[in-house]
């Protein structure tokens, strides 16, 4: 996974734009929000797919804690779930 995410940062320079690659482990949310902070990030972009019901009360919502924590802007875009297995997206 890690390998992947640098090779799409590497892309996305290619194409003009900036990004780093940060694997960290424990509550995505806190970390996210956590590295943010740190590293003085501009801007975080973060999938929601969009969970109801039941399942959002039992899981709680990455993005949700995202966008009411961070110290900076947060980009949410609708997932593409249905469209790329995850496998793929990560492969």
Same mark, same amino acid.
């Given at each position: ?30 970390? $996210? ?10 801007? $975080? ?38 469209? $790329? ?7």
């Amino acid at each position: 996974m890690e390998k992947r995410l640098h090779e799409m940062t590497r892309e996305s320079k290619e194409k003009g734009m900036q990004g780093r690659v940060f694997v960290e482990h424990g509550d995505a949310a806190g970390e $996210i929000v956590r590295v943010a902070e740190e590293q003085r990030m501009d801007l $975080i972009v973060i999938a929601t797919f969009g969970k109801t019901g039941w399942r959002r009360l039992a899981f709680g919502s990455v993005t949700e804690k995202v966008v009411r924590l961070a110290p900076c802007p947060v980009l949410v875009v609708r997932g593409m779930k249905d469209r $790329i297995p995850a496998e793929e997206a990560v492969a």
